[in-house]
């Protein structure tokens, strides 16, 4: 393990912080900082940065998970772009990931709710559905699956958290600098270079986006790792294609 480069540990700490208060905020904080659906009475426009220092306090393994990648592979990222750089890539990524989460959480609502009005909803039951979980007549299942009806209502109500969307942009930007170093994961400790290991990630990540299983446990933002990486990809190559990559921003 490398040394972990200033602005890395001003960012770990800062995300450790909103964590400790959250744990004594409870439901104010969530409601306030997570990033929830654009429609909803909770989103404020602040919430696609935010979001990115939210984790689940009732999951430690979430927010270490996070931070453990932030250091591993930010660090030398820092290192090499310098801390303005850094900074523009990781805020850049993680918003690039908010806005890929909200595209598709947009789908699945709308695609959702036009399924409920063709199916004999109102829009009043629709909205009551939407605010409260409760809505129209339960003949609706008769065309409408009980799991779409889910979808759609955690679509609405369950907000995202985690800083994962920006640290997928930073491990793909990794891989991209330094292709040939060996990752693992820890419970498959075989060693695999860096440019085979994140395109199996990311391939894992968009399998679940698009069947909604899980090979790592149920509400994992999937299209907002999709959306970091996308992003992060997108700079990383553009950066490189320009021989900006080893301009550093102080």
Do not use: C
């Not at 009732?58 to 930010?74: A, E, P, R, T, V």
């Not at 809505?135 to 800083?163: C, H, K, M, W």
């Not at 891989?175 to 990630?201: R, S, V």
């Not at 790792?225 to 320009?242: E, P, Q, S, V």
């Amino acid at each position: 393990m490398g040394k972990i480069t200033d602005t890395v540990k001003a960012l770990i700490i800062v995300n450790v912080l909103f964590y400790a208060g959250s744990m004594f905020s409870g439901e104010i904080a969530y409601k306030l900082f997570s990033l929830y659906y654009f429609e909803s009475p909770n989103f404020h426009f602040w919430q696609p940065v935010t979001h990115m220092f939210m984790h689940d306090s009732q999951s430690f393994m979430h927010i270490l998970f996070n931070m453990f990648g932030l250091y591993m592979f930010g660090s030398p990222l820092e290192a090499r772009w310098g801390r303005n750089k850094f900074l523009f890539f990781y805020f850049s990524a993680g918003i690039g990931a908010a806005l890929i989460h909200s595209m598709v959480n947009y789908y699945q609502v709308q695609s959702g709710v036009d399924a409920l009005l063709a199916g004999g909803w109102s829009q009043t039951d629709v909205t009551n559905f939407l605010t409260t979980g409760t809505g129209g007549s339960r003949g609706i299942l008769e065309v409408v699956s009980q799991g779409t009806i889910d979808s759609i209502f955690s679509s609405y109500n369950v907000p995202a958290v985690g800083a994962s969307g920006a640290i997928y942009g930073i491990l793909v930007a990794f891989g991209m600098m330094y292709p040939n170093t060996e990752l693992m994961l820890m419970f498959l400790p075989i060693p695999i270079k860096a440019k085979y290991f994140i395109p199996a990630l990311l391939l894992i990540d968009l399998f679940s986006g698009l069947t909604g299983f899980s090979l790592f446990g149920q509400n994992i933002a999937n299209w907002a790792h999709i959306g970091g990486a996308l992003f992060g990809f997108i700079m990383a190559y553009y950066w490189k294609k320009n021989s900006f990559n080893d301009n550093r921003w102080y």
